[in-house]
């Protein structure tokens, strides 16, 4: 049994139109697995997220957790208590500046008005 040429042309047309189409769902469901992985990392994330603010809040609740928050983020003491401030003994005092570098024509400028 033999087709026309125009059934053939026409059975391509439709057989790219198909490749298409589907070609065209292959690359929306990539795109929507990419998207869902990202989504279970970002859902993962939050999960760990919330398991350490809701271990936060649990210890706020306490007056112990509570006073521990409060001398950690403000550095305050308790009645009767002193607060003592450890200095680094290599640190450097802020308002000191540093030793200004010379270039070698500054250095040489500088020995000549010494001379003179």
């Known amino acids: 049994m033999a087709y026309s ?3 053939i042309a026409l059975m391509l047309v439709l057989l790219v139109f198909m490749a298409r189409g589907t070609y065209s769902i292959y ?21 760990a997220r919330e398991t350490v603010i809701s271990a936060d809040v649990q210890a706020l609740q306490t007056n ?14 308790a009645a009767g ?16 500046a540093p030793p200004v570098q010379q270039t070698f024509f500054q250095k040489f400028w500088s020995a000549v008005t010494d001379i003179l």
């Open 5 to 7: 040429k125009i059934t």
């Open 27 to 47: 690359q929306k469901e990539r795109d929507a697995a990419a998207q869902r992985d990202l989504m279970q990392q970002q859902f993962a994330t939050l999960q």
């Open 64 to 77: 112990t957790g509570l006073d521990k928050a409060l001398r950690e983020k403000f550095g305050v003491a």
């Open 81 to 96: 208590e002193s607060v003592a401030v450890i200095v680094d003994a290599t640190a450097t005092d802020a308002t000191t």
